[in-house]
């Protein structure tokens, strides 16, 4: 039996801020993570291609509001960062 993947442990080397604002960046990707598994069945942010991520953003936040797709890009630019690409994403 694996363990489940540990986001905030993944994300410990890049995040930095106030205590809120890391547990907010922690929960954004565990809410990126649970859609791509479900739509692509890929688990780990290893195994994500950057369609993945942009279609998250564009798809899944297509009726929230500009601010909550702004904080979505920041994490998404975040993980992006920790996993060594370079990736651009944009509203």
């Known amino acids: 039996m694996s363990k489940p993947f540990d986001m905030e442990l993944f994300l410990s080397g890049v995040l930095t801020g106030p205590y809120a604002t890391r ?11 649970a859609e791509i598994a479900n739509r692509w069945q890929r688990e780990t942010p290893w195994a994500w291609q950057k369609k993945h991520v942009a279609w998250f953003l564009k798809n899944r ?18 993980l992006a960062r920790r996993l060594g ?5 944009y509203l």
């Open 85 to 89: 690409t370079s990736w651009l994403f």
């Open 61 to 78: 936040l297509s009726h929230r509001s500009e601010a909550t797709r702004y904080y979505y890009l920041l994490t998404a630019r975040l």
């Open 23 to 33: 547990q907010r960046h922690v929960r954004q990707a565990k809410i990126i993570q």
